[in-house]
């Protein structure tokens, strides 16, 4: 048995993700006091509790099948959390615990996704990690995943479908993905998934200008980031772009130290709100980032899939820091979690927080909006092409539709609109084939379908709006001065 990671009561989460990153302090302590004194002090809720322990007795007692005490606890617990209609708290028994414990390691093994759960099913939260078998098979975000291995989703919790997903490097998994109004199968050969939240380069055209990419809040992301600035300082760059698109949090000390970097000691990068509507704040300080400052121009590119830790990032820039923020409106959740554990292997993850802009302003369900609008290409949002048969001449379906606007969008002379494999269409595989050197067949196997989706990856990244929008505003700032 593994030795179980002891998390303090205090530490709070900001994340949609099912991966957790979790650090230390001292509120523990007080907290678990005042739920105690609650308890003991409150006749109504002690009585409220007996009922519990009543009806536990009951069944324990007199219930003619056979009764597994330990699964009815767990029921009432989950039954608990569940009843608070909120998809950030949960009961987490044993084995969803070790699961959760996992996501604090250096890296773990499965697909590369992130998931959260929409309307009672789960949906990708985030972009796929890059190079996992989630991003190699064209996963996107807010894909909606109906089965795995032919086992519905629906029903079943966030932490029960993340342990049936996860599994050993190199064996299989089959997703069955609604995207809009098309439903698809995907099959992905598990490998290990490493948990790098940082890449940094110079940008291809503006060697001056240092492009970051941050997936995540996690242990070590401060750390990623300082050493990426200095290497990319070192490099030549005078000004960065932030990309936050498709991040879905993470780990509140390390977003407070990673925006104090950009912010004057003493502005304000977040304040909070309990339950009572009492508030504080925190502030950008020596203490909070090292010392270590960021004055370079800097701008923040976001999207709809960027979420709590990012989002405090973003605002913290553009309210305090009066940087631009670039991209579409964020995911809107303004909620912070702890994690307690409760001493028998299992754990609670709770919100206990309401989180505020500098301004005060709570963006829960709302997100927050950019100074400057731009998104991807409207190809960018196409679905991946189903794997579960090869494609061809004379064939008709919306996954037919599919490929044609796919081909389209690739500058291909076919119809976008339409779902036949036409002549059009088999002539335009012929040539892409032809292109990249594939066997020409004009079918749509395995192997051509992956070649069409990495064609569309480049085409993507070459048509990035918001990207290109975040270097000329940096270009615009340096002719100023």
């Known amino acids: 048995m593994k030795n179980k990671r002891q998390v303090p009561f205090h530490q709070y989460i900001i994340s949609i993700a099912c991966v957790a990153f979790l650090a230390g302090g001292s509120s523990y302590i007080y907290f678990d006091y005042q739920y105690k004194k609650q308890v003991s002090n409150n006749p109504a809720q002690t009585s409220e509790l007996k009922k519990v322990d009543d009806l536990y007795n009951e069944i324990v007692n007199n219930y003619v099948g056979k009764v597994d005490e330990k699964k009815l606890v767990d029921g009432a617990l989950k039954g608990m959390t569940e009843s608070l209609d909120d998809p950030y708290s949960s009961y987490l028994n044993e084995p969803e615990a070790d699961e959760l414990d996992q996501s604090l390691s250096g890296s773990f093994e499965g697909i590369g996704a992130t998931m959260t759960m929409t309307e009672d099913l789960p949906t990708v939260a985030q972009a796929p990690i890059e190079g996992s078998p989630a991003a190699k098979a064209g996963i996107k975000t807010n894909d909606t995943i109906l089965k795995v291995d032919d086992e519905e989703t629906q029903g079943k919790t966030l932490s029960q479908i993340v342990s049936k997903i996860r599994g050993k490097k190199g064996t299989e998994v089959r997703l069955t993905i609604k995207r809009g109004e098309e439903t698809f199968e995907l099959k992905l050969t598990r490998d290990t998934i490493p948990l790098e939240t940082v890449k940094g380069e110079l940008d291809k055209k503006e060697p001056t200008i240092g492009s970051i990419k941050i997936t995540s809040f996690g242990e070590n992301t401060y750390n990623e980031l300082k050493e990426t600035i200095k290497t990319l300082r070192k490099d030549g760059a005078k000004s960065f772009v932030i990309d936050l698109r498709q991040n879905p949090g993470g780990l509140l000390d390390q977003v407070e130290q990673m925006a104090s970097m ?219 001065d």
């Open 262 to 480: 950009f912010l004057e000691d003493g502005k304000t990068i977040v304040k909070f709100e309990d339950k009572n509507g009492n508030t504080s704040e925190d502030v950008a300080s020596s203490k909070l980032d090292g010392g270590f400052k960021v004055k370079e121009p800097t701008v923040v590119l976001v999207d709809e899939g960027s979420a709590s830790a990012s989002e405090i990032f973003a605002a913290a820039l553009k309210e305090s820091g009066n940087k631009k923020i670039i991209g579409t409106k964020t995911f809107g959740k303004g909620t912070v979690q702890t994690v307690k554990n409760l001493n028998d292997k299992s754990e609670i993850k709770l919100t206990v927080l309401k989180w505020l802009t500098p301004k005060g302003e709570w963006i829960h369900e709302k997100g927050l909006e950019p100074n400057v609008k731009a998104d991807y290409p409207d190809y960018a949002y196409l679905s991946p092409i189903s794997r579960d048969k090869t494609l061809k001449s004379g064939d008709s379906s919306p996954v037919v539709k599919n490929v044609n606007a796919l081909l389209n969008a690739l500058g291909y002379e076919v119809n976008a609109d339409s779902s036949d494999f036409s002549e059009q269409t088999t002539a335009a595989v012929r040539a892409l084939q032809t292109d990249n050197v594939l066997p020409v067949t004009g079918e749509v196997d395995n192997e051509t379908a992956a070649q069409i989706e990495i064609e569309i990856g480049k085409k993507i990244k070459n048509n990035d709006q918001a990207y290109d929008t975040g270097i000329k505003e940096l270009q615009n700032i340096s002719k100023k």
